[in-house]
């Protein structure tokens, strides 16, 4: 029996993959369409992408129709090129440039010889495109914007480059596909499904007909639609508010986590990245490295948060027990923390309790604070790494998890920070004291500034950020309707929030009030270096202003960052009013402040950066020359300007 078993299980593997080979070759007619079949050619239709509206339904983007034309290398014949080019306003050398790449690619397989044709430039086109076998138009659609603003939350399309064609088999050369912003994060959605429709020819290449009376043909779905959290006036009139300026602004719904603006600034009307000039206009744009049009300051610029993280330390403090409503600090325009060591703080009244402390903005009450929630614990290490568990646990250091592809962590130091630092140890609450009043190591984005106003305004709780409200037939990703809980008891959030109540009634932003809104705000002024020709330098500060609104059931809170704005109350916190009121109302009653702001430019102030360089290097030159005339190294400091100091050691 045994030496059958053998041959037998031969003769059955053999007929069984004949039969499989049958199958596939002569009644799998679906094999002929996947193998590289040069009697059928596809022919794909794109769909529409899905339009975008504002969380009220406004349509913000829609869509064009738009023209490319494709070339197969192998089909083309003798060609008029002279006439081709004056058609098309391209040069000879143009012209061969994108054939030979077009064979690169593939000789027998079509790619874009130019893309993105308007319809009078594809109408000219169209009428002699029979004289030049080999092309053919392929139409797509464009985004239409109707708006001039929001280009960082939309992002744009843009053609697949040739690693995502081999990598993904549903884009072929030529196709468009999402960048950055909601283009990018819901590309699937946003793209619809292509249609395609297989095409006989014969033996002389000439097309005869649908393959199979088009049996295999599918037909193009059109994208998704989706709703933004986004209300488009809002945005609209923050961008307005920063024109002339450089920052960020973030406004979030507080009960949801929804973004209701997001702001950069400078910015630029997207609609200049649709057709043929795009790759112009972005070309300018990626190249301004100094006001930075494309960089979104709202998800990716790090700041110094300032005094807004005074509130912060005021929660640590209340939670760890080494502080209580009523405990009291002396401060005589700051306080001295060692020897030679003084901090220095505002003018106000001498002793102050929590509730003053966050009004008046003390840095000697929470520098204090600080150091009694280190001290707490003998070993700094351990104390370092409780407070900056505390902090994180407001979404702080670390990527938040919003629906948008770009952003960064900040930084929240902990014991390894200063580890790193101070290999040596000895470093204690003294040496890090900057951390309680938001200098130091600790940075944060803006939408992370908007993030930690709205979990003050919750008492304890966040939901992660996100851009997108609706999209039909789809439920949202349930992380967006998670509630992030911090490690701080709900009873010490209110008597944070009556100080920041009376930042606007008693404190630094009583001059910021909007008449009938209860608002709760924070202002911050937060030092500004940047390293210019390997130098330290220190510019203008930055403005920045936290609030939220109302009081009770808060319905927005929103971040101000203008970068090298001066006082939190000058520029930042004007700005927040508004966008309050805006919001709320959607009137202006404070035309005052309103005119003092779009009135408002630092771009005299950002004109200094440009030479500032220069000036750099020749403070260093003299600074060189001194340094070989003396023994000894002085730290010299010349004032290049009444806002720019730069410091040189000789």
């Not at 929001?150 to 399309?157: C, R």
């Not at 037909?219 to 809002?234: K, P």
């Not at 000895?426 to 803006?446: A, D, H």
């Not at 701080?488 to 404190?507: A, E, M, R, W």
């Amino acid at each position: 029996m045994r030496k059958f078993l053998l041959p037998s299980l031969i003769i059955l593997t053999s007929c069984l993959l004949l039969i499989r080979i049958f199958y596939l070759q002569v009644i799998d007619e679906t094999l002929k369409l996947k193998s590289e079949n040069n009697a059928i050619k596809k022919k794909y239709e794109y769909p529409e992408r899905g339009y975008m509206y504002d969380r009220k339904g406004k349509l913000l983007v829609a869509n064009q129709a738009s023209y490319d034309i494709m070339v197969i290398p192998r089909e083309l014949k003798k060609t008029d090129t002279l006439e081709f080019c004056q058609l098309l306003n391209i040069t000879k050398e143009d012209f061969i440039e994108k054939i030979e790449k077009a064979k690169v690619y593939s000789p027998r397989l079509p790619s874009v010889f130019m893309s993105q044709l308007n319809k009078s430039e594809f109408a000219a086109f169209q009428e002699k495109i029979r004289k030049y076998e080999g092309f053919y138009f392929q139409k797509r659609s464009l985004r239409d914007y109707e708006v001039s603003f929001g280009a960082n939350i939309f992002g744009g399309i843009t053609q697949v480059n040739e690693n995502l064609v081999e990598k993904n088999p549903y884009y072929n050369s030529g196709d468009l596909i999402g960048k950055q912003g909601v283009e990018e994060s819901y590309e699937e959605l946003l793209r619809g499904i292509k249609g395609v429709k297989y095409i006989q020819k014969d033996k002389y290449n000439r097309e005869i007909g649908s393959y199979k009376n088009g049996k295999f043909d599918t037909i193009a779905v059109q994208g998704e639609d989706i709703n933004l959290t986004i209300d488009a006036e809002l945005q609209k009139y923050g961008e307005e508010l920063m024109i002339n300026k450089r920052g960020g602004i973030v406004a979030i719904e507080p009960r949801t986590g929804e973004i209701l603006a997001l702001v950069t600034a400078p910015s630029y009307d997207p609609s200049i990245l649709v057709g043929r000039q795009r790759s112009k206009n972005y070309t300018e744009l990626y190249h301004d490295s100094i006001a930075k049009p494309l960089y979104d300051r709202g998800l990716l610029a790090e700041y110094p948060p300032g005094s807004p993280f005074k509130i912060l330390t005021g929660l640590i403090g209340l939670q760890e027990g080494v502080i209580n409503e009523n405990t009291s600090f002396y401060c005589n325009h700051g306080f001295s923390y060692g020897r030679g060591r003084f901090m220095k703080c505002h003018a106000h009244p001498p002793n102050q309790q929590l509730h003053n402390g966050i009004y008046n903005s003390c840095n000697t009450y929470f520098a204090q604070t600080y150091m009694l929630a280190i001290n707490k614990y003998n070993n700094p290490a351990k104390a370092v790494d409780i407070w900056s568990n505390h902090v994180k646990s407001f979404g702080l250091g670390q990527y938040m998890g919003y629906d948008l592809p770009t952003g960064k962590r900040g930084k929240v130091p902990d014991s390894k920070t200063y580890k790193k630092i101070y290999p040596n140890g000895g470093w204690r609450s003294t040496t890090i004291v900057s951390n309680s009043i938001g200098q130091g190591e600790v940075l944060m984005t803006p939408i992370q500034l908007a993030n930690m106003m709205a979990t003050i305004a919750n008492e304890g709780y966040y939901y992660t950020p996100h851009i997108i409200k609706k999209i039909e037939a789809h439920t949202i990703d349930k992380k967006f309707t998670t509630r992030h809980v911090t490690s701080i008891d709900k009873k010490h959030f209110k008597p944070i929030i009556s100080g920041l109540f009376d930042v606007y009634n008693l404190g630094t932003a009583r001059a910021l009030k909007v008449e009938g809104i209860d608002i709760c705000g924070k202002t911050g002024t937060a030092e500004n270096f940047a390293k210019i020709g390997g130098m330290r330098v220190q510019l203008k500060d930055h403005s920045i202003f936290v609030a939220f609104a109302p009081k009770d059931n808060p319905k927005i809170a929103i971040a101000v960052m203008v970068e090298n704005g001066g006082f939190g109350a000058t520029i930042a916190g004007p700005i927040a009013s508004l966008m309050i009121e805006k919001y709320l109302r959607q009137k202006i009653t404070r035309l005052d402040l309103e005119k003092k702001i779009l009135a408002t430019s630092l771009q005299s102030e950002y004109a200094k950066l440009g030479g500032l360089s220069e000036k750099v290097k020749l403070q260093i030159k003299i600074s060189d020359s001194l340094s070989k005339k003396k023994t000894q190294t002085p730290t010299i400091k010349v004032k290049i300007d009444s806002t720019i100091e730069v410091k040189k050691a000789v």
